[in-house]
């Protein structure tokens, strides 16, 4: 069950527009993490519909990959101030909707490290993580977590850029 309109699980909900809650093919065994939303995500009540996600349109269509084929949500439901990263009680207050999102999902990509470390429940260093498929147990059985770079990050490093096409296509292939 999706938080209601009204949830004042964490402090986040002071500041937000709307609840982003997740967007695409719910039944898809394929899913995509965020962080946050942002402020174009806030305003629509869509996951990735700024600027990252703009790019992360390019690259799932250059990885042959459609946004409608598989789920694309965030560890929070609503945006930090100054787009800051969430902090871990808020992404506790998420968790149980978060879990909910992944029930029955083989393929989970968590776009950055923030959504890696929520998802996992441990500190990572991206170098040693990035794009190598690890099985985590998220509360209905063993699924595949992959670590990759958020879109975001894209911007001024080309091997981001790399790095999220390739895991994009690692996606595809579990659909």
Known sequence: MPPDEGCRRCRLCEGRTTIVLPSGDRRSPVALVGEAP??????????????????????MAEAGLERGAVLITNTVKCRPPG??????DEMAACRPFLLEELAGKT?????GLSAAEDLLG?????KEVCNRPLQADLGQGTV???????????????FAK???REALRTAASYL
């Open 107 to 111: 393929f989970v990509l968590a776009l």
């Open 122 to 126: 441990r500190r990572m260093v991206m």
């Open 83 to 88: 787009n800051r990263r969430p902090k871990a």
């Open 162 to 164: 790399d790095a999220l």
């Open 38 to 59: 942002g402020e174009q995500e806030d305003l629509r009540g869509e996951p990735f519909v700024g600027r990252a996600g703009r790019t992360l349109d390019r690259l």
């Open 144 to 158: 595949t977590v992959m670590v990759t770079y958020h879109p975001s990050a894209c911007v001024y490093r080309p």
